[in-house]
């Protein structure tokens, strides 16, 4: 039985990928893609592309999906045919594009993980005092206080910091600026950290935040030091900066209740983006209400009426 998509067409789109800058990783990724489509049109006897229907695409991801192929497995290869079936139609070996309409199922959306506030304070209570240490602690002060990125932390500059308005300047997604708010305990680490600054910053750099060598600390560093001192300070769970925008995030939710102004925070374009932590909010009352009413503590050990 002929191929279908046939090796010719195969041919041409690879050249159309490769025209078109895509990485040769990518590149590949189509391929794979496009030879399970063979042989999974084959299975339903279909000789030529322009026979391909919906019908036949709604089939396919059925197999996939009944053979164990996962959620994103299933969007990729999916999105690998749209990408295409729109170059077919370019060719004029469609006349329409059969994936139209069609979705893989859902990818399961995983929360966020996070420390709770007691957890928080255990982690930035550095409590020795030479250079490197004073700089973590600024560094996990302004990560919480403020909820900022990794890359948005690593790009702060001293003139960011604004102490009578106890806010700071940051550059997000997009190159979007926005002022938030610094906490005192933040301030006052900070404050700590720039009078010993200068013993290891360069005269001309402008960065909050250097590394030994005096430079700005990379976006690697400030994750490899994170992850050590959350060793050392006794947490169990591996911690990255981004727990911490998380925490910042949940906490700040938790408390007042106020989506926009976390979204705003945080500096979301999208309220959905944000509202992942209404998810972790309603864990954690959940958790409280299993624990603290009576009728909820006991509904996994008795069944009612025994």
């Given at each position: 039985?002929?191929?279908?998509?046939?090796?010719?067409?195969?041919?041409?789109?690879?050249?159309?990928?490769?025209?078109?800058?895509?990485?040769?990783?990518?590149?590949?990724?189509?391929?794979?893609?496009?030879?399970?489509?063979?042989?999974?049109?084959?299975?339903?006897?279909?000789?030529?592309?322009?026979?391909?229907?919906?019908?036949?695409?709604?089939?396919?991801?059925?197999?996939?999906?009944?053979?164990?192929?996962?959620?994103?497995?299933?969007?990729?290869?999916?999105?690998?045919?749209?990408?295409?079936?729109?170059?077919?139609?370019?060719?004029?070996?469609?006349?329409?594009?059969?994936?139209?309409?069609?979705?893989?199922?859902?990818?399961?959306?995983?929360?966020?993980?996070?420390m709770d506030a007691d957890q928080t304070c255990q982690l930035?209570?550095?409590?020795?005092?030479?250079?490197?240490?004073?700089?973590?602690?600024?560094?996990?002060?302004?990560?919480?206080?403020?909820?900022?990125?990794?890359?948005?932390?690593?790009?702060?500059?001293?003139?960011?910091?604004?102490?009578?308005?106890?806010?700071?300047?940051?550059?997000?997604?997009?190159?979007?600026?926005?002022?938030?708010?610094?906490?005192?305990?933040?301030?006052?680490?900070?404050?700590?950290?720039?009078?010993?600054?200068?013993?290891?910053?360069?005269?001309?750099?402008?960065?909050?935040?250097?590394?030994?060598?005096?430079?700005?600390?990379?976006?690697?560093?400030?994750?490899?030091?994170?992850?050590?001192?959350?060793?050392?300070?006794?947490?169990?769970?591996?911690?990255?900066?981004?727990?911490?925008?998380?925490?910042?995030?949940?906490?700040?939710?938790?408390?007042?209740?106020?989506?926009?102004?976390?979204?705003?925070?945080?500096?979301?374009?999208?309220?959905?983006?944000?509202?992942?932590?209404?998810?972790?909010?309603?864990?954690?009352?959940?958790?409280?209400?299993?624990?603290?009413?009576?009728?909820?503590?006991?509904?996994n050990k008795k069944k009612p009426g025994t």
């Open positions: 039985m002929a191929k279908v998509p046939d090796d010719a067409q195969l041919t041409s789109f690879t050249r159309y990928t490769r025209a078109k800058n895509l990485s040769p990783l990518t590149t590949r990724s189509y391929l794979r893609d496009l030879h399970r489509l063979q042989s999974l049109l084959a299975e339903q006897a279909v000789v030529s592309l322009k026979d391909i229907d919906s019908q036949h695409i709604r089939s396919a991801l059925a197999t996939l999906h009944k053979s164990g192929l996962a959620n994103a497995s299933l969007q990729r290869w999916l999105s690998s045919l749209r990408t295409f079936f729109r170059y077919a139609l370019q060719q004029k070996w469609l006349s329409h594009n059969p994936a139209n309409g069609l979705q893989a199922p859902t990818r399961a959306k995983k929360l966020p993980k996070l930035v209570n550095i409590s020795t005092d030479d250079w490197h240490s004073l700089r973590d602690r600024a560094l996990l002060e302004l990560l919480y206080s403020s909820g900022l990125r990794l890359a948005e932390i690593a790009n702060v500059d001293i003139d960011a910091i604004h102490f009578q308005e106890a806010t700071v300047t940051v550059t997000g997604k997009g190159n979007n600026m926005r002022l938030i708010p610094v906490g005192s305990y933040a301030l006052s680490a900070i404050e700590l950290w720039l009078k010993v600054r200068g013993e290891k910053a360069l005269e001309s750099e402008k960065a909050l935040f250097v590394s030994q060598r005096g430079r700005r600390i990379s976006h690697r560093a400030i994750q490899q030091r994170v992850q050590k001192i959350g060793r050392q300070q006794g947490i169990r769970q591996p911690v990255h900066p981004h727990m911490l925008r998380h925490s910042f995030a949940s906490h700040m939710l938790e408390s007042s209740g106020d989506l926009r102004g976390v979204q705003d925070l945080l500096g979301h374009a999208n309220l959905s983006t944000t509202q992942v932590y209404t998810h972790l909010d309603f864990q954690h009352l959940a958790l409280t209400y299993d624990r603290a009413h009576p009728r909820a503590h006991s509904r």
